[in-house]
């Protein structure tokens, strides 16, 4: 049964990041003109603001409940735990155990802990339903990704 339930989770973390490889390659693909008319200017300016406010609140929900822990994981341990609960159908744990990351992440300046904790994210609101959602985050978590190799 434990082997069962192992390769359903490898299936479904191997077809999410397949969805998500395939929202941000086909995001990319717009053509430039597409990318340079003022209304999409105006959408990913109004999209920024959003997902900062959004990345802020998280970022300090993660520090109040890091500060909270009686027992304090590591941040990618927190990423571990924000995975296994999306699994579970546990999404509230799972956004706040990657909110920890997050905290821990930009605290420590680790930019791969910042994109793990982003990854986190768009699984838990994947697995949730809220695509939208999980695109933004995959996306935020490639940049972050991209910056730290470059």
Known sequence: MGGVVSALALFRHVLLGASLIGLISGAWGQNAADRTT????LSRAESRQKDAETLSSLLAEGRLLYERDKLRLGGYQYCSQAVSLAEQGEFRGSIEAASKAL???QESRDDNLIASAKRDFAIAY????DLERA???ARQARLVDRKSVV
């Open 38 to 41: 003022s209304g999409n200017a």
């Open 103 to 105: 905290y821990l992440g």
């Open 126 to 129: 994947s697995y949730a339903g």
């Open 135 to 137: 695109d933004d985050y």
